[in-house]
């Protein structure tokens, strides 16, 4: 049995030294209960971070990592990222200094969605399943102050993925968590829906030049204003930008993902999609239209819905809104507006082309 237990994030105070309050009875109860089955056992825990949901499990602990992989049926050689609560802890948990590079990057974006690539020395306590067998580790730290508190409290490094089934849209709400791994894990706790709603942004700064391996909530031209001199040549991992076969240094970014029962079509020129409709013959099926900035929708057979007018309203909604046609209106065929890859339409569009198996 799964049990969803609810929490208040705005019960949540961390003060300049990182200590923190919690204001009401109920949500310290129920965090406390999720804090130890992560320091305690080797089960794991659901939990609200600003990007998306995530899986939580100890960082630490062998059992408790491949309880993580089972539970979301995720293939063993993509590694997770350990989230930490506060940057003392890195020293203390890693065993390694921060590197210089990340400084600038992680004074403006921590607590935020960016994930950064650490040196995996070989007296670490991390599990190597953890790290799938990578000489570096990925880590975080969330600003979803129900992630914080529960991390603080457990005082390990918490390892979470999505906390969606392999190869299904992220969770942005409890009620996704629960619909994928119901029965698969004990314990969801419900803080309410996510703010970013695509996941963080993975820059790996070890490399020479430096290298974003993942797009998400931090953009790419955030990252090259705010890290200067620094980050003025990071590098898009070749994977995004094209389809060469350059291996994978992401080793998530090569699996089937995001993706909807329904067929999932990309669309940049909505005149093309009355032909399309007629082309496949899909006038006795369920069709979906999702538009953002310039389509009308007009003209469209099927439900229309709105992603947002900004591309910020559009990442918050898009997991949100295919699960909503997939999971509750059983659509067939969702047709997704296309956005330029400018600030957050990279990882959009990254997600987008993943979830599609067509575009037009
Ligand atoms: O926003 C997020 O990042 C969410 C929340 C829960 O924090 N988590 C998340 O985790 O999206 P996951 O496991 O779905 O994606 C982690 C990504 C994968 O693409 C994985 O391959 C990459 O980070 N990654 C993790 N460790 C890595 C490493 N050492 N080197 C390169 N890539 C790594
Ligand atoms: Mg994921």
Excluded: C
Aim: hydrophobic share 35%; net charge negative.
């Amino acid at each position: 049995v799964t049990e969803v237990l609810k929490v208040d994030p705005t019960s949540i105070d961390f003060d300049i030294q990182d200590r923190l309050t919690i204001s009401d009875p109920i949500t310290e109860q129920n965090l406390t209960k999720a804090a130890q089955i992560l320091s305690k056992s080797t089960q794991i825990v659901a939990f609200p971070s600003e990007t998306v949901y995530g899986l939580g499990g100890n960082s630490f602990n062998d059992d408790s990592i491949r309880n993580i992989y089972k539970a979301k049926n995720r293939p063993s050689d993509n590694p997770l990222i350990s989230h930490i609560s506060s940057i003392s802890q890195i020293p203390r948990l890693f065993n390694v200094e921060l590197p210089e590079i990340y400084k600038p990057l992680i004074e403006k974006f921590w607590p935020g969605p960016l994930t950064i690539l650490i040196p995996n020395l070989p007296d670490s306590k991390i599990s190597s399943l953890t790290t799938a067998g990578q000489s570096t580790i990925a880590i975080r730290l969330p600003s979803h102050p129900i992630a914080r508190a529960l991390i603080h409290l457990a005082d390990v490094p918490v390892a979470a993925p999505s906390a969606n089934a392999s190869t299904r849209p992220s969770p942005t709400q409890a009620a996704h968590v629960y619909h994928d791994l119901e029965g698969k894990v004990p314990l969801i706790l419900d803080g309410g829906p996510s703010d970013v709603g695509v996941e963080s942004t993975v820059i790996d700064g070890l490399s020479n030049p430096p290298i974003l391996l993942r797009p998400g909530g931090v953009s790419l031209e955030e990252i090259k204003k705010i890290g200067g001199e620094l980050w003025k040549d990071v590098r898009v991992a070749k994977k995004l930008a094209d389809d060469s076969d350059e291996p994978v240094k992401t080793p998530g970014m090569k699996y089937k993902h995001y993706s909807p029962t329904a067929k999932v079509i990309l669309v940049s020129d909505e005149s093309k999609i009355l032909e399309y409709i007629k082309i496949h013959d899909l006038n006795d099926k369920k069709l979906a239209l999702l538009t953002s900035q310039h389509f009308k929708g007009d003209s469209f057979d099927g439900i229309v819905d709105s992603l947002g007018r900004t591309k910020k309203e559009v990442s918050t909604n898009l997991f949100k809104l295919l699960r909503h046609l997939d999971e509750d209106l059983s659509v067939d065929y969702i047709f997704v507006e296309s956005v330029d890859i400018a600030d957050e339409g990279l990882a959009i569009m990254n997600r987008l082309q993943k979830a599609a198996s067509e575009t037009i």
